[in-house]
């Protein structure tokens, strides 16, 4: 089966810094790679997804990058706020309705 | 609309009762899910249901049964709670990719 790692398991960033985390798949049939935020309490939420016919999509300061050949994307977060202290996950599935397999999350601490 | 709600918010359980933790959804989605969530092991899948009348076993299947009760429902049961079960449990709705999660319910069997 599929098997997401995701690093690193925290980040801490002054805020206005940017955040990059990083995730690797294993399954090449793989072609939906979704990002959820969790905040605190909460269920996670769907922020930003990437298909594998495209190598990076942005969202105002989120962007999410595809490498296909070497199996890993990244989340990228620019000018951080406090607002985005949150556990973030990376997942992977082959799209439909196809199970999807989480990443173990990054719990991101921006500091005001 | 109030998307996914799950019920109870919070239990505690001796080791050994049964309990059922409920889940509905009312954006008409085909695809419903049961997750659990434990520090450092991210989300795992317990059982999902494609479709309404079908349900199949996820990662982490032991221990638990599900019932797709109708479109809108899928409850998942502890028959013996054991300490490791001990988790948050999420449930998910999914229309195509994007799954919807519910607020979670944070169990605790001692």
């Known amino acids: 089966g599929e098997n997401v790692e995701q690093h690193p398991s925290t980040l801490s960033v002054q805020e206005g810094d940017s955040a990059v985390i990083k995730c690797t798949y294993s399954d090449s049939a793989s072609n939906y790679f979704p990002w959820y935020k969790q905040e605190l309490g909460k269920g996670p939420q769907l922020i930003i997804d990437i298909r594998s016919n495209v190598g990076e999509k942005k969202d105002q300061r989120i962007a999410v990058t595809l490498n296909k050949t070497a199996k890993h994307f990244s989340l990228h977060i620019t000018e951080t706020q406090p607002e985005d202290s949150a556990v973030y996950f990376c997942?992977?599935?082959?799209?439909?309705?196809?199970?999807?397999?989480f990443g173990t999350g990054t719990k991101l601490q921006v500091i005001p | 609309n109030a998307g996914v709600t799950q019920t109870p918010k919070f239990q505690v359980l001796k080791t050994g009762q049964s309990m059922t933790l409920q889940c509905a959804q009312d954006?008409?989605?085909?695809?419903m899910y049961w997750y659990r969530q434990d520090p450092g092991m991210g989300l795992r899948l317990i059982y999902y249901s494609a479709s309404e009348g079908t349900t199949d076993k996820g990662e982490v299947p032991n221990g638990y049964n599900v019932s797709r009760l109708n479109k809108r429902e899928f409850s998942l049961r502890l028959e013996s709670a054991a300490p490791s079960q001990t988790s948050v449990y999420f449930c998910a709705s999914a229309s195509q990719e994007t799954q919807y999660f519910g607020p979670g319910t944070r169990l605790l069997v001692l």
């Open positions: 997942a992977a599935s082959m799209g439909g309705y196809q199970k999807v397999t």
């Open positions: 954006m008409n989605h085909n695809s």
